[in-house]
Nanobody, 117 residues
Framework: QVQLVESGGGLVQPGGSLRLSCAASGRFFSGYVMGMGWYRQAPGKQRELVAAITRGGVTNYADSVKGRFTISMDNAKNAVYLQMISLQPEDTAVYYC?????????WGQGTQVTVSS
């Protein structure tokens, strides 16, 4: 079973930056990992994809974050990162890490990102 631990959330002013990190651990074969990603859920809204990356480095971003967020992955560490710049109040949400493997997917517990002056 895969466990995911996120870190890096917090309170930031509009226009500020944050970097989220997520590391996978547990008993699994790294070669089964197909990709990792970040999702977010704001109050009263559905969880949505923010960014995803495959083990081969192919990335996918939500239109709302293109040009502001950058996802990266460390295959050796089974870790994924999300660099966020030019943050806006509408980016406020709980951000969840996801790992997609050949035997299923797992979610982290979430980290709160609040953008407010």
């Amino acid at each position: 079973q895969v466990q995911l631990v996120e870190s890096g959330g917090g309170l930031v002013q509009p226009g500020g930056s944050l970097r989220l990190s997520c590391a996978a651990s547990g008993r699994f074969f790294s070669g089964y990992v197909m990709g990792m990603g970040w999702y977010r859920q704001a109050p009263g809204k559905q969880r949505e994809l923010v960014a995803a990356i495959t083990r081969g480095g192919v990335t996918n971003y939500a239109d709302s974050v293109k040009g502001r967020f950058t996802i990266s992955m460390d295959n050796a560490k089974n870790a994924v990162y999300l660099q966020m710049i030019s943050l806006q109040p509408e980016d406020t949400a709980v951000y969840y890490c996801n790992i997609d493997t050949r035997i299923g997917s797992s979610w982290g517990q979430g980290t709160q990102v609040t953008v407010s002056s």
